[in-house]
């Protein structure tokens, strides 16, 4: 399923071909992370036990006369220590503790993400809909869990048309940065839009601010935030 499901997020992200997804591919990597956890155990434990044993009965041996004791244990965990040892250096420079955590801090340090989020999560209520584009919508809308039109398909909703949905997302988009076509002037009220957040690098392609797009509720040198006009025809 870790396989499958990195299949799936790869050729979505590459060749836009839409498999039947689950969830993330990072929950069976969890899972799978468990399961090694426990196996190493078993297969240290098989790998280790021969030589451990044969070293302990050496000494035994040896020690006999002078009424040496068993030293499996000790053999045991010194095997334990050195595996440790000698694996620690490839440890600290995994991925996870290098160039994810660069990615982590990349992202907090994204202040103008961080003010979206904190002024969502202070002013727009979890029952409303913001329409957005792609990458915000993973972060920071997704991680304030308001509704959107669509998201990534990794994480979007098995039961729903996937799409359909990024279909209308886009062409609400569309609409907005050019007023065509005309068809997605209606999909603002079946979505129940409420607000967009559109980036400022994405609101220059605009010709004019759009009939939707009502006052400006949020703005900083990232981003934007409209309150869909309801008293618009249509939406």
């Known amino acids: 399923?870790?396989?499958?499901?990195?299949?799936?997020?790869?050729?979505?992200?590459?060749?836009?071909?839409?498999?039947?997804?689950?969830?993330?591919?990072?929950?069976?990597?969890?899972?799978?992370?468990?399961?090694?956890?426990?196996?190493?155990?078993?297969?240290?434990?098989?790998?280790?036990?021969?030589?451990?044993?044969?070293?302990?009965?050496?000494?035994?041996?040896?020690?006999?006369?002078?009424?040496?004791?068993?030293?499996?244990?000790?053999?045991?965990?010194?095997?334990?220590?050195?595996c440790i040892f000698f694996?620690?250096?490839?440890?600290?420079?995994?991925?996870?503790?290098?160039?994810?955590?660069?990615?982590a801090i990349k992202k907090q340090n994204d202040r103008d993400k961080i003010e979206v989020y904190h002024y969502i999560m202070e002013n727009i209520s979890p029952d409303k809909v913001i329409l957005c584009e792609k990458d915000?919508?993973?972060?920071?809308?997704?991680?304030?869990?308001?509704?959107?039109?669509?998201?990534?398909?990794?994480?979007?909703?098995?039961?729903?048309?996937?799409?359909?949905?990024e279909d209308d997302r886009n062409n609400m988009l569309l609409f907005l940065a050019t007023g065509k076509p005309l068809e997605a002037k209606p999909l603002f009220a079946a979505y129940q839009v409420n607000f967009v957040l559109l980036s400022n690098n994405e609101l220059q392609i605009f010709k004019t601010i759009a009939p939707p797009l009502g006052e400006t509720v949020f703005k900083n040198s990232g981003y934007s935030i409209f309150a869909v006009n309801k008293s618009e025809p249509g939406f």
């Open 1 to 82: 399923m870790y396989l499958y499901s990195t299949l799936v997020a790869g050729l979505d992200s590459k060749f836009k071909i839409h498999l039947p997804g689950t969830v993330p591919s990072f929950h069976y990597f969890f899972y799978l992370k468990a399961l090694q956890s426990v196996f190493f155990g078993f297969g240290f434990l098989a790998l280790v036990k021969p030589i451990v044993l044969r070293a302990n009965n050496f000494i035994k041996n040896r020690t006999r006369r002078t009424g040496g004791g068993n030293y499996f244990n000790y053999f045991f965990i010194i095997a334990v220590l050195l």
């Open 87 to 103: 694996y620690f250096p490839f440890y600290k420079d995994r991925d996870d503790f290098v160039s994810l955590r660069e990615q």
């Open 136 to 165: 915000p919508s993973l972060f920071p809308v997704m991680a304030t869990a308001r509704k959107m039109v669509s998201i990534a398909f990794t994480f979007s909703n098995p039961y729903l048309d996937f799409e359909k949905r």
